[in-house]
């Protein structure tokens, strides 16, 4: 069974996490939000979620299907700073999936050197902060094992996504039809 860990960090964005989430879990894959810190994380909207646990209780020789990072700031930020996320994507990005979304791509996978060589998308202006790299323009990017996301406008697109490449077309296609979502994946 695919398990999926999301990090969670002051200042996420709220609808670029939750909304991958909600898709997920639609899906029937195991979805876990590890807070950094706190189980209570505030996004940059002053929205405080509940984490299932923390980035910091999560077992370190856990193999992840996937892990995901939404944007916001200064929460892709804090989740750069953060040890213990690091070595997580970095793990993760050995045996399975890595996605981001928005201010993500550029803050926390380029300087891990996740993004090297490969085609990813970011929120427009994040590229600053990953001035080798070229971004594409495009709303959901996938190279191989990493997916990549533009902005909170395209959170429903990365969570079918995610479905599709963790337990198929079919049951992405099934997610979308039952929250009638705008086409197909």
């Given at each position: 069974m695919s398990k999926v860990i999301v990090f969670l960090a002051d200042g996420f964005e709220e609808t670029e996490a939750l909304c991958p989430v909600d898709v997920l879990r639609r899906a029937g894959i195991d979805v876990v939000i590890a807070g950094v810190g706190s189980e209570l994380v505030t996004s940059s909207h002053g929205v405080t979620v509940k984490a299932d646990t923390t980035v910091e209780d999560l077992d370190s020789n856990e193999q992840?299907?996937?892990v995901f990072c939404p944007g916001g700031m200064p929460g892709s930020v804090n989740l750069s700073q953060s040890w213990s996320v690091n070595e997580?994507?970095?793990k993760t990005a050995q045996t399975g999936i890595v996605a981001a979304i928005c201010a993500a791509p550029a803050v926390v996978l380029a300087p891990l050197g996740l993004l090297k060589g490969r085609n990813a998308t970011c929120f427009p202006g994040c590229e600053s902060y990953a001035p080798d790299m070229v971004f594409s323009k495009e709303g959901v990017v996938v190279d191989g094992n990493?997916?990549?996301?533009k902005s909170a406008g395209w959170a429903f697109d990365l969570g079918l996504t995610l479905v599709s490449l963790l337990k198929g077309n079919d049951e992405a296609e099934k997610v979308r039809k039952a929250i009638y979502y705008k086409e197909k994946i």
């Open positions: 992840f299907s996937a997580i994507i970095v990493i997916v990549t996301a």
